[in-house]
């Protein structure tokens, strides 16, 4: 980790953030005034699980993901966040201790706002703090839905959520389907759904065989047949 250099510093990243959105540009730049920089590199842990909780992170560039270890040790990925989300909203009201690790899958600038300032920005402006808790209703919502996609559903229904959830988040309508750039690797995709690399590999082929999807290299997914996917909901 190490400070942002200055033209990362003067970025009005906060304008990127849903929770900052109706704020006029004014207002912006003083909440720039009250945040950190800070550079990741790839693979470069944020914070781990069991560390003081003081801080929210703003993402102005990069994907970071959100995960726990399970039971037997075992990696479970909870979110992947990119530019425009923010993390480490649970504690700003308590003291507390993070309750799961977060890492940066790509290069990565952050801004950082300290839990007094952000309570500071609540008192000052209320809305702020209902669309915080908007956010961490949907990401409770999604963590349910893995839960009982993990708990009750066979494989390809698992994978099936997991195209369409990143679809929703990174796919771009092309010529010939929805094209998906991925922000996981093969072995991220299956510690997401909780099965064996090798069985994800497999499963895409099917998807790609029965003309669900197409395998662009190891990078990119293009959603054939939206509806055959959604068949295995």
Do not use: W
Not at 115 to 124: N, S, T
């Amino acid at each position: 980790m190490k400070a942002c250099c200055d033209r990362c510093k003067n970025k009005l990243c906060a304008s990127k953030v849903s929770i900052f959105g109706n704020l006029n540009q004014e207002e912006l730049v003083d909440i720039i005034k009250k945040t950190g920089h800070r550079e990741y590199h790839k693979g470069e842990n944020i914070f781990l699980e069991d560390t003081e909780a003081k801080t929210l992170y703003l993402v102005n560039e990069g994907r970071i993901k959100i995960y726990k270890y399970t039971r037997d040790g075992k990696e479970q990925i909870l979110h992947i966040l990119s530019e425009g989300d923010f993390f480490g909203e649970l504690n700003l009201f308590r003291e507390g201790k993070y309750r799961f690790n977060a890492e940066a899958l790509t290069p990565t600038k952050l801004c950082t706002l300290t839990k007094d300032k952000m309570r500071e920005l609540i008192l000052d402006k209320p809305e702020i703090g209902l669309k915080i808790l908007e956010v961490v209703g949907e990401r409770l919502a999604r963590v349910e839905t893995l839960a009982q996609n993990l708990a009750s559903n066979d494989v390809e229904t698992r994978i099936a959520h997991l195209i369409l959830d990143l679809k929703e988040q990174y796919g771009k309508v092309v010529a010939d389907g929805i094209e998906i750039k991925l922000p996981l690797t093969r072995e991220e995709m299956s510690n997401y759904t909780g099965v064996a690399r090798e069985t994800m590999s497999r499963k895409l082929k099917k998807f790609e065989e029965e003309g669900i999807i197409k395998l662009s290299g190891i990078k990119k997914i293009i959603i054939i047949d939206e509806d055959k996917l959604e068949d295995y909901l």
